[in-house]
């Protein structure tokens, strides 16, 4: 069994019929109502101390940044609280079933990006938490991410509840068509613009379909060259990444001299060894780019202070280039109640989880241990900093745009989760009548109830002085 494989080998080699039995064996003690089931626990932690206590071993100027971006809104604070709502949902009913989970899979997580043969693709994006784990963790993250992005748009509870309803319907009814695929075919599928626009675009609304579109046509611009366009400039005749403090802040303007040339070859040998978790013609490729710049990245919400850099690399000439972002991997939120991850770094954790819960990824896509970042050893993957990468926008959608986008969302969930778990016995699980979709009304707006009032515990220490933040 390979690390972190989150299925009982003895179990995928039963009969479909045995697997098919043991999920609806599972409904009597779980029974798929319980689901809907959410009180915080007597002992539950502060959430300001386990967001704090993430922070210890970030980078201490940036951290007022990310709580800054947290007190924004419920919605911007839910996707920076992804540890407090791991340790929730581990006192939550499970089936028993375990999938590779994508650990952070709120509605923001799902996206457009491109395939290596250059076609558009939907899928889920972020895997920073990803680990084995409870397969209704994602769906419950996921549905929670919907309410509170309803109730910012001011959707009635009715409207909410359709929402939910549609995406977790979505999940169910795909994972049962999937659980009567063969391996194969399941491994094979992928939602390429042309799918999704067959399955969820052609039969919606004008205003959805010009949607799709736009988003579509906008994502097509977003590569490499757009990046380098925006994020460079030329200073002494040599091309640059420019400064945005302190959002993007060049290597040279953050160290003195002889601290700054200890820091880039940390940087520099990080990017050319790398290349060795690349697939052979992959690191042929990465091998003809020479590195050109370096600067650190702000990113995300949850992920502000991480460590993460921007590297600029060059190939055929100067206007040849390549943008990747190394950023750092520390341990997943879900690992104290899911389990620790079987990979040797961190960074290889997140780089597997994301190969196998997407249909394709990233050619650039690897893994590496450095020693002497910030005097310790730290773990980093690297991707492209742009593909071909279009993000939702929740505020703007009506309650028909985001019941479409969430029966998308639950569709992309449900075959990530096929790749690796029991889809039968999920499938199973899950059976035909909507008991586990009307459940998860419930339970989406019971946690938001519970992120809103974590949100206003965040706003009061930052009012009282006891965390502070910076606007950015």
């Not at 798929?32 to 959430?47: I, N, V």
């Not at 929402?163 to 992928?190: D, H, K, P």
């Not at 675009?201 to 579109?213: H, L, T, V």
């Not at 075959?415 to 778990?421: I, L």
């Amino acid at each position: 069994m390979t690390a972190g494989h989150p299925a009982d080998h003895e179990t995928r080699h039963r009969t479909p019929r045995e697997r098919a039995a043991l999920g609806k064996a599972a409904r009597s003690s779980v029974p798929r109502s319980s689901h809907a089931e959410f009180a915080p626990p007597q002992k539950r932690p502060d959430p300001v101390d386990v967001v704090d206590a993430q922070s210890a071993t970030r980078v201490p100027e940036l951290v007022p940044i990310r709580y800054g971006r947290m007190t924004e809104s419920p919605f911007r604070f839910f996707r920076g609280a992804a540890a407090i709502m791991a340790g929730d949902l581990a006192g939550t009913p499970r089936s028993g079933f375990r999938t590779q989970l994508c650990g952070d899979a709120h509605l923001l997580n799902f996206r457009l990006l491109a395939s290596p043969e250059r076609r558009m693709m939907f899928d889920i994006n972020d895997f920073d938490e990803t680990l084995p784990g409870p397969w209704e963790w994602d769906v419950k993250r996921l549905t929670t991410s919907l309410v509170i992005a309803g109730r910012a748009n001011g959707f009635s509870a009715k409207e909410r509840a359709g929402i939910v309803r549609s995406t977790v319907r979505s999940y169910r009814e795909w994972m049962r068509r999937f659980a009567g695929w063969g391996n194969l075919t399941v491994w094979y599928a992928q939602f390429d613009e042309e799918w999704v626009r067959a399955h969820f675009i052609d039969e919606a609304s004008a205003g959805i379909r010009d949607s799709w579109s736009q988003a579509v046509a906008k994502a097509r611009t977003r590569d490499s060259l757009h990046a380098f366009g925006q994020l460079t400039h030329i200073v002494d005749g040599k091309v640059r990444i420019a400064a945005d403090p302190p959002l993007i802040t060049p290597l040279q303007d953050l160290l003195p001299d002889v601290e700054r040339g200890a820091l880039e070859k940390e940087i520099r040998r990080l990017i050319e060894r790398y290349g060795r978790t690349l697939q052979s013609d992959r690191r042929i490729l990465l091998e003809q780019y020479r590195v050109a710049d370096l600067a650190r990245k702000v990113v995300g919400v949850g992920s502000v202070g991480t460590r993460c850099w921007i590297v600029l690399l060059l190939g055929r000439d100067d206007k040849d280039p390549l943008l990747l972002q190394a950023k750092e991997a520390d341990e997943s939120v879900l690992a104290p109640f899911a389990g620790a991850s079987g990979y040797r770094t961190q960074g290889e954790r997140v780089v597997s989880g994301q190969r196998l819960m997407q249909a394709t990824s990233d050619i650039f896509l690897g893994w590496e241990r450095v020693d002497g970042i910030d005097g310790r050893r730290r773990d980093f993957y690297v991707r492209q900093l742009r593909d071909w990468k279009g993000i939702a926008e929740p505020e703007v959608m009506v309650p028909a745009g985001m019941r479409a986008f969430g029966e998308l969302c639950g569709a992309t969930l449900a075959r990530a989760h096929a790749r690796s778990g029991d889809r039968i016995a999920i499938a199973a699980y899950l059976g035909g009548g909507d008991v586990f979709d009307r459940a998860l009304v419930t339970f989406a707006e019971r946690y938001a109830d519970q992120n809103e009032k974590d949100h206003q515990a965040l706003v009061d220490a930052v009012r009282t002085g006891r965390v502070a933040a910076e606007a950015a």
